[in-house]
């Protein structure tokens, strides 16, 4: 388990004093995958820097199950970061080396001998759907592939947790999903917990479980993913839920009333669709205000929002959706009402 608590971090630059962090405290279980979002500038790097303490905390403490990591010395800390790898938006894969000899490099480091780190690298490679690139150099892969290589090295050292720091912002949506569900198989198979830092909510909502949202370096919210989706408190967290063009839609929106918003948390995207059963079978005409949905291996993931010709359609159709597993429908209140 990590603990964060209270930690503050400042920096100066040019004789001003910038807050990067403020008192922040977080909480993540053992095998969570936990998503830190937040705009530009919002303190989220320096977060995850200072979990591995990169980035040493000015106040407050960062524990990994228990330990307080800034009572460690340097050398104590290089061996606490075996257990605690970090992916990057770079990759920052070493050019002159193959795949094979970068995924070996961090276990030749710790001083395991040459032949069983080859073994561990061609087992990661594989894990990673790479093994037939094992002798590739960097310049010869797509930036997937790259990333690829990239989190078989973090996995090198059989970390506990792994720290990816915005590791999708640098690849094209396709190639972001494929390394999403990646993140989301070595969760899965391995136990590892995954703290991903990004900008872009569909990261969060294609993999997370929980989310804390960071805004000038606070805490603004934090919970389960299917919670801040269905109900954002703050405006940091409505802005980051609903994108721009939605936000428009229902500012601009003139006497619109009876809207229910509808998060798909994972829902089983094998079922009927769940709008025309509400029109053809519960008799509830549902027009379509704004929609963002994705299907991200068999289950979908997104929002829409839907408007209803009463108030009484609405209450309807809410219970109506709530029958669904991982949907989560919300009445929305506007101006107009």
Do not use: W
Request: hydrophobic residues 40%; negative net charge; contains cysteine.
């Amino acid at each position: 388990m990590i603990e964060i608590k209270n930690v503050c971090r400042t920096f100066s630059t040019g004789g001003n004093s910038v807050e990067a962090l403020k008192n922040v405290t977080l909480t993540v279980q053992d095998g969570d995958i936990y998503g830190i979002i937040g705009m530009s500038g919002a303190g989220k790097s320096t977060l995850i820097r200072c979990i591995n303490m990169l980035e040493r905390p000015d106040e407050g403490s960062v524990l990994l199950d228990g330990c307080d990591l800034s009572t460690l010395s340097e050398k104590e800390l290089r061996r606490v970061r075996r257990e605690i790898t970090m992916v990057f938006q770079g990759f920052h894969l070493l050019m002159q080396k193959n795949c094979l000899k970068n995924v070996c490099f961090p276990l030749e480091l710790s001083g395991v001998k040459k032949a069983e780190a080859e073994k561990r690298a061609m087992e990661l490679l594989n894990m990673v759907g790479l093994q037939d690139k094992a002798y590739a150099y960097p310049s010869q892969l797509s930036g997937g592939q790259q990333q690829r290589v990239a989190i078989a090295r973090a996995l090198a050292s059989k970390p506990k947790v792994l720290l990816c720091d915005e590791a999708t912002s640098a690849l094209d949506p396709t190639t972001t999903q494929s390394i999403l569900q990646l993140i989301r198989e070595i969760n899965q198979t391995l136990g590892i917990t995954v703290i991903v830092i990004t900008h872009q909510m569909s990261v969060v909502e294609s993999i997370c479980n929980h989310v804390a949202i960071l805004n000038e370096g606070r805490v603004v919210e934090e919970g389960k993913v299917s919670e801040i989706f269905s109900n954002p408190k703050s405006e940091t967290a409505k802005k980051l839920v609903f994108p721009e063009k939605a936000e428009e839609m229902l500012a601009t929106a003139n006497q619109v009333e009876n809207l229910v918003r509808v998060v798909f948390d994972g829902a089983e995207t094998t079922c009927t669709p769940l709008i025309a059963h509400l029109a053809l079978q519960e008799g509830i005409p549902a027009n379509i205000f704004y929609a963002s949905t994705k299907s991200i291996g068999g289950k979908v993931y997104g929002s829409m929002i839907l408007s209803f010709a009463s108030s009484e359609e609405a209450e309807r159709a809410i219970a109506f959706l709530k029958k669904t597993e991982n949907v989560i429908p919300t009445e929305v209140k506007t101006d107009a009402q």
